[in-house]
């Protein structure tokens, strides 16, 4: 389906036994051989106190990797605004835009920006979609409550130590005002004062929002006719609501006459259903490790993966992620991805692909790009 554009969702994922500065030279060939592969961008994740993955600063490794690379891509998925100002976020954006104009998406997400024990606000306009499956099959798993993350005392100190003291979040709406004024040039203080960030005024950046639901993020995106960003590798049971929600919420803007969506699937791909499945036997493992609020471990080979001891508990904490990981022979894959597509009208699809052997994570790639070429 050439008319339907892949992207790369990266997490610099650590593999056990490596370091952080291999996992970053991996993301980086990484990159690399996806420009040859023919994917339409590459997307760096923020996360923050994971023994496991090195990807702390999208701007940073954006910029390492920019110069590595000529023609693909590049961006955030997504930017923290939680704990970071509007104009330090069009700064660091517009330094690279200097150099490397043009190839910019500027992603922005929430995550990080609600306290603890904060409820998160019921769509407003989409429907709940039941578990089971979508009108054309696609796995719809029961939803995950993220309250237990929220609550732990890690991600407490996260937000300690990401905040300045006594420093308070903006409003997630009124920064994405204050970014797109930034980059616009139209920027004015309540008296009237204006701003102009240098560089990052006229910076040829795409601005896109990403979202687990049919909420904030979404009308965010929607009413001010952005593009946007679902992830159903992440929140696979609110996937349908979150683009639905968006859709609902779109007004045609300068950006967009449109709605625009992308969403994202974890992936891994071999030359047989067999071999992909032992690639991707560290995956329920790792999953484990974020949902019990630990950090994600350093992804873990196969025989280490299972010598792991899993509770009842254990596996239905990890059961919707699992259950909807495409894995799989490059036709296998495709097929789900197509279907995947369907049920969410996507005009993009996002894959992040975890496994511990970096030449078998860029072949799996490689694989399903082929596949996707001859869609």
Do not use: C
Request: charged share 20%.
């Amino acid at each position: 389906m050439p008319d339907i554009p892949l992207g790369v969702l990266d997490l610099v994922p650590i593999p056990s036994g490596s370091t952080a500065a291999d996992a970053l030279h991996n993301s980086i060939d990484l990159a690399q051989h996806a420009e040859r592969f023919g994917y339409a961008r590459y997307w760096f994740a923020e996360h923050h106190l994971n023994p496991g993955v090195a990807g702390t600063s999208p701007a940073v490794v954006l910029a390492l990797t920019a110069s590595a690379t000529s023609t693909i891509r590049l961006g955030a998925g997504a930017v923290q605004l939680g704990h970071r100002t509007a104009l330090s976020t069009v700064e660091e954006f517009g330094l690279i835009d200097a150099l490397h104009p043009g190839r910019l998406d500027l992603g922005l997400g929430r995550s990080g920006g609600r306290p603890p024990g904060q409820p998160t606000p019921a769509p407003a306009t989409a429907t709940p979609v039941v578990a089971g499956r979508a009108p054309n099959g696609l796995l719809i798993p029961p939803r995950f409550s993220f309250e237990r993350l929220l609550g732990s005392p890690r991600i407490a100190l996260q937000r300690k130590l990401l905040l300045l003291p006594g420093a308070e979040s903006q409003d997630y709406a009124e920064q994405i005002d204050d970014i797109l004024a930034l980059l616009g040039g139209t920027y004015r203080s309540p008296e009237g004062v204006e701003a102009h960030a240098v560089p990052g005024e006229g910076a040829d950046v795409e601005v896109w929002i990403l979202g687990s639901s049919g909420g904030r993020s979404a009308e965010a995106a929607g009413a001010r006719g952005l593009r946007f960003a679902a992830n159903y590798h992440v929140s696979p049971a609110t996937v349908l609501e979150a683009v639905d929600g968006y859709r609902a919420f779109f007004q045609p803007s300068d950006f967009l006459d449109k709605p625009y969506v992308s969403v994202s699937a974890d992936v891994v791909v071999a030359e047989d259903e067999e071999a992909a499945r032992e690639l991707a036997t560290g995956y329920a493992a790792w999953v484990r490790s974020i949902r019990t609020a630990e950090g994600a471990i350093a992804y873990p080979t196969p025989e280490q993966a299972r010598a792991f001891e899993w509770s009842d508990e254990d596996r239905e904490l990890v059961r919707d992620r699992v259950d909807t990981q495409f894995v799989g022979s490059p036709g296998q894959v495709a097929d789900r991805l197509v279907q995947l597509q369907e049920a969410t009208g996507a005009d993009e699809l996002s894959i992040t692909t975890m496994t511990h052997d970096h030449a078998a994570r860029v072949r799996s790639y490689e694989l399903l790009a082929q596949e996707w070429s001859r869609r």
